[in-house]
């Protein structure tokens, strides 16, 4: 187990390096940019989903799989 981990680790560390090799500082420091406002934007629509699902949970609306089941599939 442990040469897994050593053999990852290295293996992770060239590789990185060798995206910096080619892309660059500046390349690197904008693609980690752009990664990081596609995630920003992930997390924020799906806090936005969660919360119209609260929403509706609380207004007894919504539906779906769960709600069917309990009541039969009528």
């Known amino acids: 187990m442990q040469l897994a981990a050593r053999m990852v680790f290295w293996g ?4 990185g390096s060798l995206y910096v090799w ?9 693609d980690a940019q752009e990664l990081a406002l596609y ?4 997390y924020a629509y799906y806090q ?4 119209m699902a609260r929403k509706l949970g609380a207004q007894g609306g919504g539906g779906g799989y769960a709600r069917k089941r309990r009541e039969g599939w009528r």
């Open 12 to 15: 992770a560390l060239v590789l």
């Open 48 to 51: 936005q989903q969660a919360e």
């Open 39 to 42: 995630w920003a934007d992930q």
């Open 22 to 30: 080619n892309r660059g500082i500046d390349g690197t420091v904008d």
